[in-house]
């Protein structure tokens, strides 16, 4: 059972639990417990699984650690404790473990140091890809009592059966950072290593789970814990701790009127405001969304306030360990004025004491603003301080709805991936390498993992076919099978010398980045981009890259080829693939907001009101004012909005909302747009967006282009297609009645998505590996046709597990495909209305839609008649050039 | 589609029909691909012969030939015969003249065929050093120049395909033949490849005097014209040049 613990423990009570010696040591260090320490001292002496979310500065590593070690003094003191492993902490970072490494480390050397007796001292050890093969020979020998290390490693020891044995008196296994693993493949794959480990010790051992807040908490648990042979959950007591430290945030908006101001000013008064939060602290954290931007912000505080190197520093994913190493070491002393991050600062790594946290731009969750916020303000009876500075229009909306649901606790919610075939295969295979399997055995073994209670006996079957070589005639299986599987048995075990090796240099789920070469006319080489950007370039597409503008002419296979287009402005963003969703519950907030305030507001606009809206003058009445004044937002901000929404009503005469999806038929200079006003995030925008497409571009006989961001879509085909409002209210329901996951799947096809992700996941499976025989393979070469290798695969078997979860990924982990189905049927059944109505020129609700949307093209379905339109179009314009 | 008097490209595959001689071209099969790619660590799904012989089943119903003249590049491997490309020749020549009534295979060796007398002792198959000549017809692979000259040219090697965008950006890569004449006035074809991975290059994006010496100076790759293979049809997209200097 999962339960909520409510009231903390006594202080005595708390510290009654522990070892004398552990006591005196903590007594000595700190005078009082911290509020995640009150519940968990009790409930690791009880034995119990726990789920501790807590801000950073709570103690709560230390609450779970305390208990431990207490532990471990009592059979050290009674002469029990040997050179075994009794806990193993997994986080996924690095840095974090070293981190915990030397915060371990220290404390165990000074209580020993006061302890006259000859006792047996409790040891601690790190193993992650870092640690030197002479360490881990070492740990072989002498294996630590603590043992720190990440999924991956942890992946590995399960197929190292000498390290396997120091393992069999294991008594606790602590999970940090469970918000960063419970949502995407490398925490399902870290809940099946744990259930793989739980079985090969033979029984349940305690377990702790650490992180930043997370909604469901329930959900959080379930995937720590797991499941057991008869299927219930296993216990779990959560300790919510998340609002036990102070919290002042709000929404900070730089101009009064950012509709209308130019952006120069808007950008001149961030970092004005920037700088006075800076001046006025002694250590501030800044948040960009992305890495592009981070390093922006620190140019332009460079450039503007002329800080030098000492004080301010950038820290993301795409600098060098060592550079990120050194900034956090930086802040640690005290020594940084700022420092700027994409999202490498946000997890639990010690950064010392921060006093302010600037977030620029929307973090797209509320649970992120709380965790981003909570890195300040460093003990827990410090109160965390933040802002969002809005950059846009919609930004501000959204970022003040986010803060007041913050205010309210409301936090979006996460989801466990169920079911991901790629990572089971890996996990499979490592299992194979261990023993022979009956297959209910291990099936029952795998569902013990929560992202697999669900799983379809018939899939965990396809795996086993896959592995075992049967999509390949028997005189190929010698290479290609991995595992040895008999079917008339039922059972499977270790196939081949390679597998091994091919299970050690294989393993993980972070794919390999792709860097596409961009070259000049010259074929010379210019710099480099991601694959996703060049994936949403088409000739034409002008883009910054190292400080210069380029024109996007063609790309062949890695390669991008680009023209200067120096002067020019850019069309595409830079951080177009960086760019978070935002989360659904938000999206549905929003909306509200949007209906609250705009029925506050509806009927009591004139046209006579223009003149005041476009000046920024008018004044809020005292309805909308409330709903404004009960916001955490600043004076520029409820001004903003208000005009902001004035504007759309004036123009548009309706504001969409959670439940009135607005259908605006526009145009720009070559093409007729149609705007779908539906707030609902990218996720399901995305799944929406091509259903529209595709019945548009079957009714149109035309290919459609797409615009999709968080707020909602565009679809646009040439002018001379002309569409009228009844065509689209005609379009829109017969899109009601398609197929989504039908149509859906037969356009993903041939999408450059789809390409990736199955590349992605076939490195997952073993299918394309990343290093065989010792070498690595390239990802160029692993890149070469991956399209064809998925119709191939199709081709033998359209059920075939990759492409299962191929699909599985896009429509429930990349789009949300359930949600949107939801809408749907929310439009079907009118309990969401729509709306269809024309414009001239956009409405400014689209506005940021318009300039900045992601863009895609949705092929015509039959691609005979596609190929006939291409030839069309492609003669008339070979005549027209001639 | 009729190519030339006597020369047609069968609808929609990438196969020519030469009537004088009664016989199929194809070019570029690269048979054992997917085992030598397993041996390198991608293991994939073996599709390629099938696709072939799907292919030359729905060329064969059409064009009734007992002649397959096999333009180059019929293994994948240079410095070794694979198993798996002679199983699959193996297999490949069995079915031709069984299932097809194919009476003789005429192989023109290409850059990637070293070895190929050890796959091609059956009987039936010829296999030709650099060239073949017939009727004035002559086929060589494309890696050289051919030495000889004729009146029709057909070659292989070059993988053809263009790359177009369409009016709101798709891409689409096409595979195509190119049809044209020789600076010496021969009429020449060059074949696109039937082998299933081979995507082709894109010959209006890119240089390809590097890959078939021929549009070095004997013929100019900006006038051929490109025949593109659609879904159960061959379509005109223009020539080369014309494709090179439309605004994309």
């Known amino acids: 059972m999962i339960e909520y613990c409510t009231s903390p423990y006594s202080r005595e009570e708390s510290l009654d639990c522990l070892n004398p010696f552990i006591r005196k040591w903590f007594e000595g260090k700190y005078s009082e417990l911290t509020p995640p320490q009150r519940y968990s001292f009790k409930l690791t002496k009880e034995g119990k699984n726990i789920l501790i979310t807590a801000p950073t500065g709570s103690g709560k590593t230390f609450s779970a650690f305390t208990g431990i070690l207490s532990d471990l003094m009592d059979m050290s003191v009674e002469g029990k404790l040997e050179d075994k492993i009794y806990c193993v902490y997994v986080s996924p970072l690095r840095a974090l ?37 002479k360490d881990r020979q070492r740990m072989l020998k002498k294996p630590p009592n603590i043992l720190v ?198 997890l639990g790594i010690d950064i010392g004491s921060i006093d302010n946290v600037i977030q620029i731009g929307s973090p797209k969750s509320v649970a992120r603003a709380i965790q981003r916020f909570g890195r300040s303000g460093h003990s827990f009876k410090d109160t965390a301080k933040g802002e969002i ?33 790629d990572v089971l295969a890996q996990h499979l295979v490592g299992m194979s390498q261990n023993k022979r399997w009956t297959v209910d055995e291990a099936y029952s073994l795998v569902r013990h993992a929560h992202p697999y209670h669900s799983l379809d006996k018939k899939d965990f079957m396809s795996l086993l076919e896959y592995l075992s070589g049967m999509f390949v005639g028997l005189e190929s299986r010698r290479v290609y099978a991995k595992i040895w599987y008999d079917e008339k048995e039922r059972a499977f075990g270790r196939r081949g010398k390679l597998t091994k090796l091919i299970y050690f240099m294989n393993i993980g789920t972070i794919p390999d980045e792709v860097a596409i070469d961009v070259m000049n006319r010259e074929n010379k080489w210019i710099g480099s981009i991601e694959e996703e950007f060049l994936s949403r370039l088409k000739p034409g597409d002008v883009f910054a ?10 790309a062949k296979v890695m390669k991008a080829y680009v023209s200067d287009a120096a002067g020019q402005v850019p069309t595409i963003p830079p951080w177009y693939s960086e760019q978070l969703p935002l989360t659904y519950e938000l999206a549905v907030e929003i909306g509200k907001f949007r209906e609250a305030l705009s029925s506050a507001m509806q009927g009591r606009l004139k046209k006579s009101h223009a003149a005041k809206i476009s000046k920024n003058t ?64 990218r996720r399901v925008n995305d799944a929406l967006s091509r259903i529209f497409a595709i ?182 314009r070979i005549r027209k050039g001639a | 589609m009729r190519i030339f008097e006597g020369v047609e490209a069968l609808d929609g595959l990438p196969v020519l029909h030469i009537r004088d001689l009664n016989a199929l071209a194809c070019s570029d099969l690269h048979l054992g691909y997917e085992g030598r790619m397993a041996d390198r ?80 002792w059956r009987e039936g198959i010829e296999v030709h050093e650099q060239e073949f000549l017939a009727d004035g017809f002559l086929f060589f692979h494309g890696e050289k120049l051919p030495r000889s000259h004729a009146e029709t040219m057909v070659m292989g090697h070059l993988h053809p395909a263009i790359t177009v965008y369409d009016d709101v950006g798709a891409r689409e890569k096409l595979r195509c033949f190119l049809s044209g004449s020789t600076a010496g006035g021969s009429r020449l074809v ?45 379509l005109g997209f223009g020539s080369v040049g014309e494709l090179k200097g439309i605004e994309n």
């Open chain 1, 618 to 681: 008018l004044m809020p009445d005292a309805k909308a004012l409330g709903i404004l004044d009960s916001m955490p937002i600043d004076k520029n901000a409820k001004s903003s909005i208000f005009h902001y929404f004035a504007e759309q009503l004036l123009f548009a005469k309706h504001v969409p909302n959670d439940r009135l999806v607005l259908v605006e038929r526009s145009r720009d200079d070559e093409r007729t747009l149609v705007i779908f006003h539906s707030l609902y995030g």
């Open chain 2, 41 to 120: 660590g991608a293991f994939l799904p073996k599709v390629n012969l099938r696709h072939i012989k799907d292919i030359l089943r729905r060329a064969n119903e059409k064009a009734h030939a007992d002649v397959i003249i096999i333009n180059g590049d019929v293994k994948n491997e240079f410095s070794t015969v694979h198993t798996d490309e002679l199983n699959e020749f193996i297999e490949l020549a069995g079915f031709l003249a069984k299932d097809l009534g194919i009476s003789k295979i005429i192989v023109v060796k290409g850059n990637h065929d070293n070895f190929i007398n050890r796959m091609t």
């Open chain 1, 97 to 133: 473990n070293n981190d915990i490494y030397r915060n371990l480390s220290g404390p165990l050397e000074q209580i020993f140091s006061r302890i006259a007796l000859p006792l047996k001292k409790v040891t601690v050890g790190i193993r992650t890809g870092d640690t030197p093969q």
């Open chain 1, 389 to 421: 500075i809005v950059t846009n229009r919609d930004d501000l909306v959204e970022c003040s709805v986010m803060l007041d649901a913050a205010k309210k606790r409301h936090i979006d919610s996460f989801r466990v991936p169920r079911n991901a075939l």
């Open chain 1, 149 to 346: 290390t990440t999924p991956e490693s942890l992946a590995i020891i399960l197929n190292s059966p000498r390290f396997m044995e120091n393992m069999m008196s294991l008594k606790y296994l602590i999970v940090d950072e469970i918000h960063e693993l419970a949502n995407n493949k490398r925490g399902v794959h870290l809940s099946l290593s744990v259930e793989r480990l739980c079985d090969m010790v033979g029984r349940d051992f305690m377990r702790i789970g650490l992180g930043a807040t997370l909604n469901p908490l329930d959900e959080a648990a379930r995937f720590l814990v797991g499941h057991r042979d008869d299927g219930a959950e296993r216990d779990c007591m959560i300790v919510d701790a998340t609002w036990d430290k102070n919290m002042e945030f709000g929404v900070m908006c730089p101009v009064a009127d950012i509709v209308n101001e130019s952006d120069e000013k808007v950008e001149n008064s961030i970092y004005k405001r920037i700088n006075d939060v800076i001046t006025e602290n002694k250590t501030t954290l800044v948040f960009t969304n992305t890495r592009s931007g981070t390093e922006r912000v620190v140019y332009n505080l460079v450039k503007r306030f002329k800080y030098g190197e000492e004080s301010i520093a950038a820290h993301h994913g795409s600098l060098s360990r060592e550079v990120r190493l050194g900034v956090e070491e930086l802040l640690k002393k005290g020594k940084l004025r700022v420092a700027v991050s994409s999202t490498s600062l946000e």
């Open chain 1, 695 to 876: 019945t548009l571009g079957d009714e149109s006989n035309s290919d459609v282009a797409v615009n999709v961001n968080d707020n909602g879509f565009i679809l646009a085909v040439p002018l001379s297609k002309k569409l009228s409002g009844r065509d689209i209210d005609r379009m829109v329901r017969s899109a009601l009645e398609a197929d989504m996951e039908h149509t859906l799947k037969s356009n993903i096809r041939r999408t450059e998505m789809l390409r990736r992700r199955f590349r992605y996941n076939a490195a997952r499976s073993f299918m394309i590996l990343r290093n065989y025989k010792g070498k690595k393979i390239s990802v160029r070469k692993q890149q070469i046709n991956s399209q064809l290798i998925f119709k191939a695969a199709e081709e033998i078997n359209p059920n075939f597990p990759i492409i299962k979860e191929t699909y599985r990924e896009i429509f429930e982990d990349v789009m949300d495909l359930p949600r949107a189905k939801g809408i749907m049927d929310g439009l079907k059944s009118g309990s969401i209305k729509y709306k269809v109505i024309e414009t001239d020129v956009p409405s400014p609700f689209s506005h940021m839609l318009v300039t900045m949307g992601e863009s895609d093209v949705i092929m015509m379905k039959d691609r005979r008649k596609h190929i006939r339109e291409l030839r069309r179009q492609v003669l008339s």
């Open chain 2, 190 to 234: 060059v074949l696109p490849a039937i082998s299933y991975f081979a995507e082709g290059v894109s010959v209006n994006l890119e240089g390809v005097s590097g890959i078939a010496p021929i549009f070095k100076r004997h013929a100019d790759i900006d006038k051929m014209k490109a025949l593109c293979i659609g879904e159960g049809e061959t």
């Open chain 1, 545 to 554: 890259l190292g400080g210069k503008i380029y024109r996007f002419e063609y």
